[in-house]
């Protein structure tokens, strides 16, 4: 199981970016899939779910200001997000099965004016 995720960065508050997670080696389309978050000094929290099934989940402080997708051919999980907070900042992974499955590298977001 191989797992990227890119596309952190710096931003204003109220500004967006979009993460990506690259899968590979195993069948991506079956396989529920998550997006998580370690703050600085926190525990990882989870943040997103994208069932195999196409249902999606979110946590109660992100529902409006993300929106979790997948492509079943590239095998790429995606996080779109949205009107960020100063709390939105963590480094972010996408982890295989559940919120506490393998992941990979993780990629760096930092919200801040």
């Known amino acids: 199981v191989q797992l990227v995720a890119s596309g952190g960065g710096l931003v204003q508050p109220g500004g967006s970016l979009q993460l990506s997670c690259a899968a590979s080696?195993?069948?991506?389309?079956?396989?529920?899939m998550a997006w998580v978050r370690q703050a600085p000094g926190k525990d990882l929290e989870w943040v997103s779910t994208?069932?195999?099934?196409?249902?999606?989940l979110y946590r109660d402080y992100v529902k409006g200001r993300f929106t979790i997708s997948r492509d079943n051919v590239k095998n790429t999980l995606y996080l779109q997000m949205n009107s960020l907070k100063t709390e939105d900042t963590g480094v972010y992974y996408c982890?295989?099965?559940?919120?506490?499955?393998?992941r990979g590298q993780g990629t760096q977001v930092t919200v801040s004016s």
């Open positions: 982890a295989q099965g559940s919120a506490v499955g393998p």
């Open positions: 080696g195993f069948t991506f389309s079956t396989y529920t």
């Open positions: 994208s069932r195999h099934n196409g249902i999606t």
